[in-house]
């Protein structure tokens, strides 16, 4: 296992729309263990794989439940409710703030060994798919949020 770098917002792979995962082999494997060792690493979350550079969709979330989740192609399917709350990303630093998301999502996926699943998330979880699924798709939450401040204004 190792811990990747982490791409900071500006880089270019951030920007980028990922593309779908073509092999689950050994190596994705290897590459999700990692990415998970970064996550915990750096107290994330969330982490979606063009944060260290792969424009793959795949992520992997864990909210502190002591549940380690992967999601290989993620698509939410359903959403219910709307609800405002503070986000932060490990690839803007320092920088938090408040994004309206969807407060209930069905999200469907594949793990690492090609099973079919399907996540029902509320609250944090959902947001929090709903944060890594975006990173899929080029978009930080910088970009959506309806207001941003840096944490030393917090202090
Ligand atoms: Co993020």
Excluded: N, W
Excluded at 36 to 47: N, V
Excluded at 97 to 103: C, F, I, K, L, M
């Amino acid at each position: 296992m190792a811990v990747l770098e982490v791409q900071k917002a500006g880089a270019p792979v951030l920007k980028k729309v990922s593309e779908p995962v073509k092999r689950l082999d050994g190596k994705l494997r290897s590459f999700l263990d990692d990415m998970a060792e970064t996550m915990y690493k750096f107290d994330g979350i969330g982490l979606a794989a063009p944060q260290v550079g792969r424009s793959i969709r795949a992520v992997v979330i864990d909210i502190g439940d002591g549940r380690l989740l992967e999601m290989i192609i993620p698509v939410i399917t359903a959403r219910e409710g709307m609800a405002v709350d503070s986000e932060g990303c490990l690839s803007v630093p320092g920088i938090f703030g408040e994004v309206e998301r969807s407060e209930k999502v069905t999200v469907e996926y594949t793990t690492r060994y090609g099973k079919k699943r399907k996540l029902e998330a509320d609250k944090l979880l959902a947001r929090c798919v709903q944060h890594e699924l975006d990173h899929l798709d080029g978009v930080l939450f910088i970009d959506v949020a309806k207001s941003l401040r840096q944490e030393t204004e917090e202090a």
